[in-house]
């Protein structure tokens, strides 16, 4: 796959897709919220409320700036929507960066990825893998930047699989039982009302190393039913005598 890049109207142009004449990247804005609506609609279990959409159209998420990439074809001189990435700088050590640097440096912040998806037209001919590169050359042009994180829901193993062949690697679980309080991972998977498990993955770069929250640890199940099971004993004890 051969990718051009024209300096003018910097659109990234890729040659070599099936059927299609050519595909470019280029600058997501409001006008493109209803094709990204229907495109996340068939593409996530989540159903997103309209204060996400709005983020969209506003490019402001928690109080940070949105970068939204928009993918296109030009097939018989048409332009289609092929998919789209939304990704978001998140300064390290805040509040809403669920990743701790060990080897901080002069890193900043990582970039997150809340969102990729293809339409199902364009699936499985590598766009998907083509804007998560892209995503990580745009992070990698930056010594600041500690790397590339995302969630991705437990139980979906494509997407497991996908992110790895990629070059992520998972520094963290989350057990969606363990989020029934006000305790929250900053980003979760909410589907049919319930939490699902997640996985937290991260692509390295400029030599960073990056480790989970304490609160979010591998550990932290067993001491949270030790604890229970602790109290239970004691509890029993208290009432037999």
């Known amino acids: 796959m051969n990718v051009e890049i024209n300096s003018m109207n910097r659109y990234l142009y890729l040659k070599g897709f099936d059927e299609l004449d050519q595909v470019y990247i280029r600058l997501g804005n409001e006008g493109d919220c209803e094709t990204i609506r229907e495109l996340f609609e068939m593409s996530f279990p989540v159903n997103y409320d309209e204060e ?11 109080g940070n700036r949105l970068i939204i990439w928009m993918a296109e074809s030009f097939e018989q001189n048409t332009c289609n929507p092929v998919g789209c990435i939304v990704m978001q700088k998140r300064l390290l050590g805040s509040s809403n960066c669920d990743i701790h640097i060990i080897q901080r440096y ?37 010594q600041q930047c500690a790397g590339v994180y995302l969630n991705v829901q437990a139980s979906n193993q494509g997407n497991i699989h996908f ?58 199940p067993y001491l949270l039913f030790g604890v229970l099971f602790s109290f239970l004993l004691i509890a029993g004890y208290k009432i037999i005598s």
């Open 106 to 142: 002069s890193y900043d912040y990582a970039l997150y990825i809340l969102n990729i998806a293809v339409f199902p037209k364009y699936k499985r001919r590598g766009i998907g893998s083509f804007l998560l590169q892209k995503a990580i050359e745009f992070a990698d042009n930056n």
């Open 52 to 62: 996400y959409y709005s983020s969209l159209r506003s490019q402001e998420y928690r």
């Open 163 to 220: 992110y790895e062949v990629n070059g992520f690697k998972c520094i963290m679980n989350v057990p969606g039982c363990l989020l029934f309080s006000e305790v929250y991972c900053v980003d979760t998977y909410i589907i049919d009302g319930h939490l699902e498990d997640s996985k937290l993955y991260f692509y390295p770069l400029h030599g960073a190393l990056a480790t989970s929250s304490q609160l979010y640890s591998d550990g932290i």
